[in-house]
């Protein structure tokens, strides 16, 4: 059985420090308020711009930084991957919704930020206290990281026409998918090191409403598979993979003609909707046998119990390790569950599920 980390008391916990990056003087003020309120964070200092922040990480070194995407003389992105290159550290992305920035946040989880917290559209104030809860935790579980270097391999466009090219073996089960905090550049690598056709893949990914188009487009263009925001009654089908929108659940549902998918926006599971749990429960239910369960990075328990139901329904079940997890709070809730057939790297994660498929 894996150890739980013990809380410490205030008293002699030590402080996660923390440097904020905003240009924003109300943002600045709002994250410090949000943070200092909490015994375990100090924030060592706020900056307005990267060239302010250099001087501080340099100086002070801080455990976790928030940084703003948009920002003057240099913008959050560029910093990011300068920062990433010559002093790694933990990153928060701070973006306020827009298409294009929310295709900069998807960037930036890629070139190594740890998590995003989305800033309100209206009633700044109100709407990032409302979020409190949410930054708090990110900052902890940033601070427990293990920050991963940019992907720096070529990246090869898909096209409907290539689709499947190279894969020379089905596997002829549905393969689901979960992942929190470091999961997008994890299920990136996992699909993009698949060389066999599975009949669909289904992935719950933890992310905000309207996030997950541009990271299902995103995902669509790197690797060699037709990718897409599940849309209601999407059949499941080989070569696609459906990614659970943001804000609702997703359930694989069976009819005379196949697997297909059901989204709903019923009460959150584990705090999340989408829910991994919610997934991997109903493909437990209607494919059993027929499928693969795979926790990804996260943090949370979210998934541990469903993925325990699709190895009890005799599905072949993966955990990724502690040593390649960003996050190992979902993989390790998953093993201590017994939830886990095997419990792998992330780069043998594609070559165990086919491996498993010869087996059975």
Not at 180 to 204: D, H, K, M
């Amino acid at each position: 059985m894996l150890a739980r980390p013990s809380w410490k008391s205030p008293k002699t916990m030590k402080k996660i420090r923390v440097l904020i990056v905003d240009d924003s003087p109300v943002v600045r003020s709002i994250l410090e308020r949000i943070l200092t309120a909490e015994p375990d964070i100090e924030v060592l200092a706020t900056a307005s711009d990267p060239y302010e922040a250099k001087k501080c990480i340099l100086e002070q070194a801080p455990d976790v930084v928030t940084l703003d995407v948009e920002m003057p003389r240099m913008d959050g992105i560029t910093f990011l991957k300068r920062l990433m290159s010559y002093r790694p550290l933990p990153v928060i992305m701070i973006s306020s919704f827009t298409t294009e920035n929310s295709r900069k946040t998807l960037e930036a989880l890629e070139a190594g930020a740890v998590d995003f917290v989305p800033k309100p559209t209206a009633d700044l104030e109100g709407g990032l206290a409302a979020l409190s809860r949410d930054i708090v935790a990110k900052v902890r579980i940033a601070a427990t990281a293990r920050v991963r270097p940019a992907l720096v391999r070529p990246r090869p466009v898909r096209t409907p026409a290539v689709a499947g090219e190279g894969r020379t073996s089905r596997l002829y089960k549905i393969v689901a998918v979960g992942a929190s905090t470091g999961g997008t550049q994890a299920i990136e690598r996992l699909l993009s090191s698949i060389t066999f056709q599975p009949n669909g893949i289904l992935i719950v990914q933890h992310m905000p409403a309207r996030y997950t188009q541009s990271f299902a487009q995103r995902l669509n263009a790197m690797v060699p598979f037709e990718v897409s925001e599940a849309k209601d009654r999407d059949r499941v089908e080989k070569d696609r993979v459906l990614i659970a929108p943001g804000g609702l659940h997703m359930r694989l549902a069976r009819d005379a003609k196949g697997f297909f998918v059901r989204t709903d926006d019923r009460a959150p599971v584990n705090h999340q909707r989408p829910s991994v749990d919610v997934l991997f429960s109903s493909v437990a239910q209607e494919a059993g046998r027929e499928s693969v369960g795979v926790v990804l990075t996260g943090m949370g328990d979210d998934g541990a119990r469903g993925l325990l139901a699709m190895r009890r329904s005799g599905a072949y079940t993966i955990a990724q390790d502690q040593a390649t997890s960003v996050v190992f709070g979902m993989p390790r809730a998953a093993i201590e569950m017994g939830a886990a057939t095997d419990v792998t790297g992330l780069h043998e994660i594609a070559e165990a599920i086919q491996a498993s498929a010869r087996k059975l």
